[in-house]
């Protein structure tokens, strides 16, 4: 299958700072990825969908000043979380459809990234 | 939007024993069903999906059912070993839309030895 990467796989910064998330598909390109967020023992919550070339939608409750997404290429979209707060902790995860692989939408995920704010 | 319920929330079995896990949808335009297998600390990882044209789909010991009229999917796995366990989630989603994946709660499934 398709391999998704991230990095870093796990940060701990200082209330206050901003981190930045890299997530990058490696053997295909993807115009569209998501970025969903999971705290403990619960399920994914679909934070931003990426696009390449325009800007970044939004799910209802998500501050676009706060989790910036920048699409710079076909294979690599970020997500910084500006002025990190403790309640920003959790578990990051992106995905990227491989719409290239026989006409599907299979979504390969990316092995996430923990963060941890002080 | 599309709501999908998924349950159990947790289940025990033996190894060797199968285990069922359902969920339903609310979005008759849904036509992609996912199930991913994510263990503690990891990413999930797509095990088996079913477009809505077919009613079951089969990957050795892993199977998943549709019934389009119902809107519910199932997730079968036979054979159970201890290195299954894990939380497994299902999800529901259009094709070639664009859209995200819409993402049951989960199911935490133990087997012991």
């Known amino acids: 299958g398709a391999v998704v990467s991230q990095h870093p796989s796990r940060v701990i910064c200082k209330s206050g700072t901003s981190v930045k998330i890299e997530c990058r598909s490696l053997?295909?390109?993807?115009?569209?990825m998501f970025w969903y967020r999971q705290f403990p023992k619960q399920s994914l919550m679909l934070m931003a969908t990426?696009?390449?070339?325009?800007?970044?939608?939004?799910e209802q409750g998500v501050e676009k000043d706060k989790f910036l997404i920048n699409h710079a290429s076909l294979t690599l979209s970020t997500l910084t979380v500006t002025s990190a707060h403790p309640e920003d902790s959790s578990f990051y995860i992106c995905?990227?459809?491989?719409?290239?692989?026989?006409?599907?939408?299979?979504?390969?995920f990316g092995p996430g990234t923990r963060l941890t704010v002080l | 939007g599309e709501n999908v319920e998924q349950h159990p929330s947790t289940l025990s079995v033996q190894e060797g024993d199968s285990a069922v896990i359902k969920c339903t949808y609310s979005?008759?335009?849904?036509?992609?069903f996912p199930w991913y297998k994510q263990e503690l600390g990891k990413g999930p990882q797509l095990i088996i999906d079913i477009r809505s044209n077919v009613g079951e789909k089969k990957d050795q010991r892993i199977a998943v059912t549709l019934n389009k009229t119902a809107k519910h999917f199932s997730l079968h796995i036979t054979e159970t070993q201890p290195e299954d366990s894990a939380v497994y989630f299902c999800?529901?989603?259009?094709?070639?839309?664009?859209?995200?994946?819409?993402f049951g709660k989960g199911t935490s499934l133990l087997v012991t030895p």
């Open positions: 995905s990227a459809p491989n719409g290239l692989a026989g006409g599907t939408d299979t979504q390969y």
């Open positions: 990426s696009n390449e070339g325009s800007k970044a939608t939004y």
């Open positions: 979005d008759s335009a849904s036509n992609y």
């Open positions: 999800a529901a989603s259009r094709l070639n839309s664009g859209y995200a994946l819409n």
């Open positions: 053997d295909f390109q993807a115009t569209t």
